[in-house]
């Protein structure tokens, strides 16, 4: 949904919801969602450098436009990853439980890139899909150079343990979720497994904090399984 200054409200059509879709029309739709994403965040980006080097202005000279990084969940997850190889100006990326899509699938990225991922064990990624999509993820994670990427399932996520969406669940809701295998992570454990993971991450590899805190990680939460672990 989108509320305009006008007061008008534009709420999205089924046909437009890739969840509702499938084989090619998915796949048609989503990449139409993925360029005009990553069109987006070029153009906050190229506004951020024109507020940053305006001579007056909240702005001026105060943005580091030189460290930049995207983070985003889902579909922003590949929108993450495709800024990256679409545009330099991007120093690191963040996909949090997000399928790839797009060319850079095929051609990679060369910048530090993080996955942080549902349980590859769970109810979520046990069907052919699922598997499917971890596979590609961990392909893809291969070919990322080995010194400056980071990779990890989170035992007992699912999709949506990285977003604030499950505190809002009824807990009668949440429950029938633990008993069926769907979640087995407690929604603020997971918000805190991600924070933290993420701050890290970034500040490793745009602030220049020690790479072994990093590694820290998987002493502070053992919920965390490396990537190259589950194969």
Known sequence: MVVFSDGRIVTRPSNLNPENLSGDAEERLVE??????????GFVVDRLARLNASASGQ???????????????SL??????????????ARVGVDLDG????????????????????DVHGAGASDSVGRQIIGD????YDRLPA?????????GANHFSFTDSLLE??????????????????PRRGLEITAESVRRFLD????GAPAGSLQELLNKYPELQPLHANR
């Open 76 to 89: 922003g997850g590949a929108t993450a990853a495709q800024f990256c190889h679409d545009d330099p100006r």
């Open 137 to 140: 993820v961990e392909s893809f």
């Open 32 to 41: 139409k969602l993925l360029s005009a994403w990553v069109s987006d965040v």
């Open 169 to 186: 669940r009824n807990p009668l809701v949440l429950g029938v979720m633990r008993m069926t295998g769907v979640l087995g992570l407690e």
């Open 147 to 155: 010194q400056t990427r980071l990779g990890f399932s989170v035992r």
């Open 99 to 118: 399928k790839l899509w797009g060319s850079v699938v095929r051609d990679g990225i060369s910048q530090p890139f993080m996955f942080l991922l549902e």
């Open 204 to 207: 490793v590899h745009l602030k």
């Open 59 to 73: 702005w001026s000279g105060r943005l580091d436009t030189l460290k930049i990084g995207i983070v985003g969940h």
